[in-house]
């Protein structure tokens, strides 16, 4: 098997995970190893062994996020705030009938 070098590890390509950058061959994007590892503190090691990805595909992802990291960081918080808009505009059903309880059982 030849060995792959650092840019046939991530590719990008319209249409496929939104044309962000992902693992070549996979739809896991460089957005979600970014998540994993730096934000929820996952080791490569783990991210590699749940995904069954190769090591060299998790440090790729991370080495094309430190070089792209303003950009990324930008595009993560974007999304963060998009799903908080959304929260606000549409109140959680479950939320409400528990709240609608607790209040009934207050009530007795």
């Known amino acids: 098997m030849a ?3 650092l840019d046939q590890h991530i590719e ?4 496929i995970a939104g044309g962000k950058p ?9 957005h979600n190893i970014v998540v994993w590892h730096e934000r929820l503190g996952w080791s490569a ?5 749940e995904y069954d990805l190769s090591l060299a595909d998790v440090y790729a992802a991370l080495a094309y996020y430190f ?3 303003e950009t990324i960081d930008r595009e993560l918080d974007e999304s963060e705030a998009f799903v908080e ?3 606000q505009q549409t109140p959680s059903l479950l939320r409400q ?3 609608e309880r607790q209040a009934d059982g207050a009530e007795d």
Do not use: S, Y
């Not at 992902?22 to 460089?30: D, F, K, L």
């Not at 090691?45 to 062994?49: G, K, L, P, R, S």
């Open 22 to 30: 992902r693992i070549a061959g996979h739809r896991i994007t460089v």
């Open 85 to 87: 808009a959304l929260r």
């Open 12 to 15: 990008i390509t319209p249409g």
């Open 45 to 49: 090691d783990e991210i590699a062994a």
């Open 3 to 5: 060995a792959k070098t």
């Open 97 to 99: 009938k528990l709240q």
């Open 67 to 69: 070089d792209h990291r």
